[in-house]
Structure formats: C-alpha cells, structure tokens
C-alpha cells in the first residue's frame, strides 16, 4: 500500500478515512499524540515514542484505549503495509466523540485511537538550513505533545513564506524550541540546550543527541539561552524525529553558526550512525 490509515479498529487508505463530526479533536484539539520516522522498516525509537505519547495522555487526564503492548502490535502492523524506504508513522489518542461542550464529562466514555503510515524523508545530515524566529505564544503545556499546534502551523507558514526550514520560538530573549524540533547551540566545545520545563517538548532526538554527547565526552549544559547567544554561537541546530541533525546556517536572514565545524561533525556522525544501526542500514 502507498499509505495506510487506522481508527478506532478501522483501516483504509488516508484519503478514504472518515470521523464523526464530534469528535473532540474536530472542536478542541482535545487530545495528544506522538510520531517517529521508519527506515528499512523499522520506527525509530519506537518504545521511547510511545512511553512519551502515555506520559502526555497522562498529563491531560486521557486513558489510551490500549495498553502499550498492544499499541506497538498495531503500529508495527500498520508500518509493514506500507512501501518505502523512509516512512513517517504518526498516532494519537484523543478524548473521544461527544457532543460539542468545553468540559470533557460530555465526552464518550472511550478515548479515540488513531493512526496513518505515508511516504516521508529524512532531512540530510550534510546539508544547511535557514531559519526565522517567532516570538512563542504557546501557552505552558509545551511539555505535552498535544494537538493545540495553531502557533505552530503560524510559526511553519512564517517561515515558509520567507523560503527558510524551520521558525524558532522564543518567549522575550529566551529560546525555547522550533516549530517542529528542539533547538541547541555550540559554544566553546560544549553543547547548549533548553531544560525540559512547560516551555519546551522533551524530545526523544533530543535525549539523544545528549547521550551522543556524553559518550563522546562533549560537555553538556541543560539551561536557557537567549537569543543573543544564539546568533553568536559557534554552531546552531536543530533536532526532531524527521531531521536527527540539522546545520543551521542563517537566522533572519542573518549567517550564523561554521566556527565549530569538527565539534559539530562528531555530533552528526555519532547520531547518524546510531540511528543507521537501529534501522540495520549503512546509509541511506
């Protein structure tokens, strides 16, 4: 199959799928979700993706309608009727169908389970990337992968339209995170990034691109940095699922980062062959 899609126990191509009109997620964006890229087959620290996807559910009063189990059954299932080489897997729970009202005790007493497999791609390791900044007007749930993406999908079109991959939140001076992935700076030999509070996702990337770190004894610090830092940094980039590691090379328009190439090299190498061994490939 090219794609594949699940809900609530039923399966068909994306485009043929179809939802009842209440359901929470149409009205509120009542719900939470996770997704990670396949290659050769194989979802990308699959388990870590879903301890997280129950932590969210947890953290907004959602009870998945599975146990986890049973969960990465169904997704691996899913991903094996799918061709491709590189795969994007996406799930989410929300809190189930209902007749429109803001408090979920009008909700089903079942949360609704779904779920698609497509076609997708990696971003390069070797490449550059643009960005733009966007001052972060989420509210202090960032923690948790919701659906609530409305400033996302305004951040992502801002920089669209300015020709560049990816926008970068901050809140004041401060950095937080992108649109789509964590953000992180080199400066000096080590690397900086944002702590895991309410502002930012804890990404699964994230988590390892310091792990990397630390086998290959770069020093890390686990704080805020300001925007100011950002663009006087050694190095910038950006990390997620779908882009492991990710080069920046102008901000607003502005160039940054290319003073610690060598250190930075280390970093790509060792999460990209981490993720090539996972997926029993030498390359892609």
Not at 243 to 265: L, N, Y
Request: proline fraction near 4%.
């Amino acid at each position: 199959m090219k794609n594949i899609a699940y809900y609530n126990g039923q399966t068909g191509p994306i485009e043929t799928m179809m939802v009842p009109m209440n359901e929470r997620a149409c009205y509120f964006g009542d719900g939470v979700y996770d997704a990670t890229c396949v290659v050769n087959g194989e979802p990308i620290e699959l388990l870590e993706h879903i301890e997280r996807f129950y932590q969210s559910a947890q953290l907004v009063d959602i009870k998945v309608r599975m146990e986890k189990e049973e969960l990465e059954t169904l997704l691996r299932g899913l991903v094996r009727k799918v061709e491709g080489e590189i795969l994007f897997l996406y799930w989410q729970a929300t809190r189930g169908v209902g007749m429109r009202g803001h408090p979920y005790k009008n909700a089903g007493e079942e949360s609704s389970l779904w779920a698609f497999v497509r076609p997708s791609e990696l971003k390069k390791p070797d490449e550059l990337y643009t960005c733009v900044t966007a001052e972060d007007r989420r509210f202090f749930y960032c923690h948790v992968k919701t659906l609530n993406l409305l400033p996302n999908v305004l951040a992502s079109q801002k920089a669209e339209e300015a020709g560049c991959d990816e926008a970068i939140f901050h809140r004041g001076e401060r950095v937080t995170e992108c649109a789509h992935s964590n953000i992180h700076i080199l400066k000096d030999g080590v690397l900086h990034t944002a702590p895991c509070d309410e502002l930012i996702l804890p990404g699964i990337a994230r988590a390892h691109l310091i792990a990397a770190c630390s086998r290959l004894g770069i020093q890390v610090e686990e704080k805020p940095f300001t925007v100011e830092e950002m663009m006087n940094a050694d190095e910038v980039f950006f990390s997620s699922s779908s882009a492991p590691i990710c080069r920046v090379r102008e901000i607003d328009g502005q160039p940054v980062g290319g003073k610690d190439g060598q250190t930075f090299a280390r970093i790509r190498d060792e999460r990209w062959q981490e993720i090539m061994k996972q997926a029993g490939a030498a390359c892609l």
